[in-house]
């Protein structure tokens, strides 16, 4: 098939692509492609070179539409001081500690200049080495942690959760902060030319976080993010977003990306945004034959999806035959439903 990926996706992230793409929107560490590209920890998290070579094999090797260079979403929380854990092969980078209190994370100074911060400049590296072997013919995607996650990780889960009920005032205050930081820390991606950011926010999803918390507390937290960014970015919320769709879509985000508890038929049709998903990521992918991730793709492709996609980060141990067989179903769609 004759395609220019990058401008097919880019299209398909603004909902107005001619035929559905077939990409991950979410990270793309799988150890299978470690091994077959010779990219392994910790050089793949150090070394731009190898860990380019990673990211571009999703797309020359499995065939995706674009590149995803990034494999975790802890860096913003990262600049605003937590602490992450070392790398190991069969996992992305997690938080290890939660350095603020209550009292102490309104004192937070949100840097200026993300790009010069944290892991961001290695981010920049990442995106230089990509760019380097695909040029301007493959989009490269990259991401961030939002701010209900960031959030989380600065004080603690269980902790900012009791506090989103027990003092709403100040988790609003919280939420202030942490949105700035992303907007902050998507920018500098964007500048460094990623292509498309996506802002993934697990924190917020239900049944973590009520519907009706999501729109008064969360949403406009969102709303600010989506009207601060520009074409193609995208939201992504994990778990059962059926009863939160709605706002999501309302955040303003040129694309949502959602997970297999998301009836997707319904989501497509509500949506405004372009919408990316949803093959099951904890259990198709990972553990599934080759037939089941097909046939998941299938049913994505048929009800309306822009892009079929993982559902979210796919597993590190998620074998290369699964994504491959995504890929395949997608080019039986589009060869059938579009005569390419
Ligand atoms: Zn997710």
Redesign the pocket.
Known sequence: MDIDYKQHVLEALEGNEDFPAVTSV?TTKIIDMMEEVNARTPEVETDPETHARLAVSLHEIVGFDSVHPIHDITMNSEVLGCEISEPVADDRFNIETHPETPESILELEVPENFAEKGRFPLFKEYYDATYEKVGGEVAILGIVEGPTTAAGNLLGEEEFMKLFISKPDLTEDILDITTEAVIKGAKALKDFGYDSVEV?D?TAAPPMVKPDDFHEKIQPHLKEIGNSLGNHDLL????PTDPIVEYMDECNFPALSV?EENTIEKTVEIADSAVCGNVSTTTTLFNGTSKEAYDEAVKALEAGVDIVAP???IPEDCPKENLIAMVEAWEDFVSKEYSL
């Open positions: 979410t993934a697990p992504h919320i994990c778990g997970e559902a979210c980060g």
